[in-house]
């Protein structure tokens, strides 16, 4: 068990140092060499999704938690007469006007 723990620690580390890596590079990208973001956030999905596909065997994760069917639920299910995503887009728009109104 303790070992376990040890390899997710190091995995964890490993992944953290690389989108560090990688937002370093986009950030020099964008404000050094004067890219325009989209560009380079468009450039960086193909360089990293390809690499990945290969080092995953080309096998898509489908299930994205021991929970799916309650994500699935909140994502395209129903709630006194509305679909969910409105509702949440709703919430969501109220918190960015709260936040912008009281942020001086």
């Known amino acids: 068990m303790?070992?376990?723990?040890?390899?997710?620690?190091?995995s964890h580390a490993a992944a953290v140092?690389?989108?560090?890596?990688?937002?370093?590079f986009n950030g020099a990208m964008i404000a050094d060499l004067?890219?325009?973001?989209?560009?380079?956030?468009?450039?960086?999905?193909?360089?990293a999704q390809n690499p990945a596909m290969v080092a995953s065997n080309h096998t898509v994760?489908?299930?994205l938690s021991f929970d799916y069917d309650r994500l699935l639920?909140?994502?395209?299910?129903?709630?006194?007469?509305?679909?969910?995503?409105?509702?949440?887009?709703?919430v969501l728009a109220l918190l960015t006007g709260f936040v912008l109104r009281i942020k001086p």
């Open 2 to 10: 303790r070992a376990r723990k040890r390899s997710s620690l190091k």
């Open 17 to 24: 140092g690389t989108v560090l890596l990688v937002w370093a």
């Open 34 to 47: 004067d890219f325009p973001p989209f560009m380079v956030t468009l450039d960086m999905l193909s360089m």
């Open 61 to 63: 994760v489908f299930q």
């Open 73 to 90: 639920a909140l994502a395209g299910g129903w709630f006194l007469g509305t679909a969910n995503p409105v509702l949440t887009m709703v």
